[in-house]
């Protein structure tokens, strides 16, 4: 099992700036890789992006594509979201996820289903 806690989520102005924290725990010595969604009220779960265990290969959806940036720190078993210029567009619930279902330390998911662990969720408003 791979629990996940979310955080950093809040209130900022369009054009403004947050980070997203995703801390994993328990089999952390697993090698997996991670994701975070977003859900819009009255939408469905999306990707904004992924990243291999090492790192090195990264995926975004064109809609965070230069203004959103994925990373992760494996000594610290979190992964980071850094979200930039900001658009009100981009108001959801953000919920991290993780696969240890790996087929290499490049392989990432962009499918949700192909995520077993997932956060709770961290709320990301964005005023005009």
């Known amino acids: 099992q791979v629990q996940l806690v979310e955080s950093g989520g809040g209130l900022v102005q369009a054009g403004g700036s947050l980070r997203l924290s995703c801390a994993a725990s328990g089999r952390t010595g697993s090698t997996y890789a991670m994701a975070w969604f977003r859900q819009a009220p009255g939408k469905e779960r999306d990707i904004v992006a992924a990243i291999s265990w090492s790192g090195l290969t990264t995926y975004y959806a064109d809609s965070v594509k230069g203004r959103f940036t994925i990373s992760r720190d494996n000594a610290k078993n979190t992964v980071y979201l850094q979200m930039n210029s900001l658009k009100p567009e981009d108001t959801a619930v953000y919920y991290c996820?993780?696969?240890?279902?790996?087929?290499?330390?490049?392989?990432?998911?962009?499918?949700?289903?192909?995520?077993?662990?997932w956060g709770q969720g961290t709320q990301v408003t964005v005023s005009s």
């Open positions: 996820a993780a696969t240890t279902d790996v087929l290499s330390s490049t392989y990432y998911a962009t499918t949700e289903y192909l995520y077993k662990y």
